[in-house]
């Protein structure tokens, strides 16, 4: 199977983006998509995964920060997941990773490349 994140960019506080995963060589519809991130200097943490049966969980990383902000959301016809970021904040500067796995997981069995997200004036 293959992932490929795209949508990041420089975006100013407050501000939206949507970052998509396209994925291929394998159904969509079976799997978990979990999103995660990789600030400068910190550890990989979870941000959401939404389940093969479109159930959203929060990773405890991150909960607490992008709960009622971030959203996951998937459109199987096209193989892509999305996830949606708003009110963002400088903190959420981060290289963003979605992964696929039949289960949410840390240790997903696809993962992107990665896409830059920069929140900053």
């Known amino acids: 199977g293959q992932l490929v994140d795209s949508g990041g960019g420089l975006v100013q506080p407050v501000g939206s983006l949507r970052l998509s995963c396209a994925t291929s060589?394998?159904?969509?519809?079976?799997?978990?998509i979990g999103w995660f991130r990789q600030a400068p200097g910190k550890e990989r943490e979870g941000v959401l995964c939404l389940s093969s049966v479109d159930v959203t969980t929060y990773y405890a990383d991150s909960a607490d920060s992008v709960k009622g902000r971030f959203t996951i959301s998937r459109d199987n016809a096209k193989n892509t997941v999305y996830l949606q970021m708003n009110s963002l904040k400088p903190e959420d500067t981060a290289v963003y990773y979605c992964?696929?796995?039949?289960?949410?997981?840390?240790?997903?069995?696809?993962w992107g490349q990665g896409t830059q997200v920069t929140v900053s004036s």
């Open positions: 992964a696929a796995d039949s289960q949410c997981t840390i240790d997903a069995d696809y």
């Open positions: 060589g394998f159904t969509l519809k079976y799997y978990a």
